[in-house]
């Protein structure tokens, strides 16, 4: 029993043997995967300084490149034919641009203050238009950085949407209580035999390969007593080891919730990152975030690597 609810855990450690005689012998064989080309949203909110300092981070591991996009959401036109309405209306027009034009200039200053190669976009648009105009360069990067949508406060949910499921980029969810990252030495994957995350393990491979321990955990859809991973999962974890990857495997309850399972789990082992694949539901060609996804994003105090 771990002492945070969920029931009792089967572990089994994978290595390629015929790759080397040990970890770090098989850690060093292998050119790691890089992340050369990250994208950063920003938006003028105190969740800036969170997102900037991952991409610091990254970069830093990484020697990568960090493309920031600020999003500004234009207020929309109030029509009006009394003439002090009028005038406050563009008052308020003028104030909001004056504060976003002073937050571009923050954003700017703080991408300088990085060390790394770097440059600054600004979208203005309307709020249903900034996604798919965000999605455009995300395509061509190797990871978006973006807060964390849910819990609390409501920020951007259809920017993340448009990330995962239009550009079909991976996503690096940002808490707004991570304000103090570091490379990632313990990292749960959050297994299913899906496409999805499978998606998402391949996006986390340079993450993975500079871990020190990563834990491949599946959560049981019944709260069966039997703790044997599945044989897909079994499989995923001879792959990982191809690679290099010394990785365990855990088979934990489903509990209250699968989040809840992978959570309490994240804690147990003191995981840092989060891999895990991003399912939605499509209605009227757009994607809504799937349960299990909008509860990750919703309570995780620990970043979430993650991709449709």
């Not at 060093?28 to 981070?57: F, P, W, Y």
């Amino acid at each position: 029993m771990n002492g945070l609810g969920t029931s009792a855990i089967s572990t089994a450690a994978f290595a390629d043997k015929s790759a080397a005689s040990t970890d770090d012998m098989a850690r060093t064989a292998v050119t790691v995967d890089a992340v050369r080309d990250i994208l950063v949203h920003l938006d003028g909110s105190t969740q800036d300084l969170a997102n900037l300092a991952h991409a610091e981070m990254i970069a830093t591991v990484f020697s990568a490149h960090v493309r920031g996009v600020i999003t500004h959401a234009i207020p929309a036109a109030l029509v009006t034919l009394e003439p002090e309405l009028e005038r406050l209306s563009a008052a308020f027009w003028q104030n909001d641009a004056a504060l976003f034009d002073k937050a571009e200039a923050q954003a700017r200053q703080r991408l300088l203050l990085l060390g790394a190669g770097t440059d600054l976009l600004r979208i203005d648009g309307m709020s249903h238009e900034l996604g798919r105009a965000v999605a455009q360069f995300a395509r061509a990067v190797d990871l978006v950085i973006m807060g964390r949508p849910y819990g609390g406060s409501s920020r951007w949910p259809d920017l993340l949407e448009s990330v995962l499921f239009d550009a079909g980029a991976p996503a690096f969810v940002v808490p707004p209580e991570a304000s103090h990252p570091k490379d990632p030495d313990r990292i749960l994957i959050g297994w299913r035999d899906t496409t999805e995350c499978s998606h998402a393990i391949a996006a986390a491979l340079p993450f993975l390969k500079n871990a020190e321990r990563v834990f491949l955990v599946e959560v049981r859809e019944t709260n069966s007593a039997d703790p044997r991973a599945s044989p897909p999962a079994a499989d995923m974890a001879r792959h990982l080891a191809r690679h290099g990857i010394a990785i365990e495997v855990r088979s934990v309850a489903n509990g209250t919730s699968p989040a809840d399972g992978l959570l309490n789990e994240a804690a147990l082992v003191g995981a840092e990152l989060i891999v895990i694949g991003a399912y939605g539901r499509s209605r009227l060609r757009e994607f809504l975030l799937g349960g299990v996804t909008r509860d990750l994003l919703t309570k995780s105090v620990v970043p979430l690597l993650m991709a449709h």
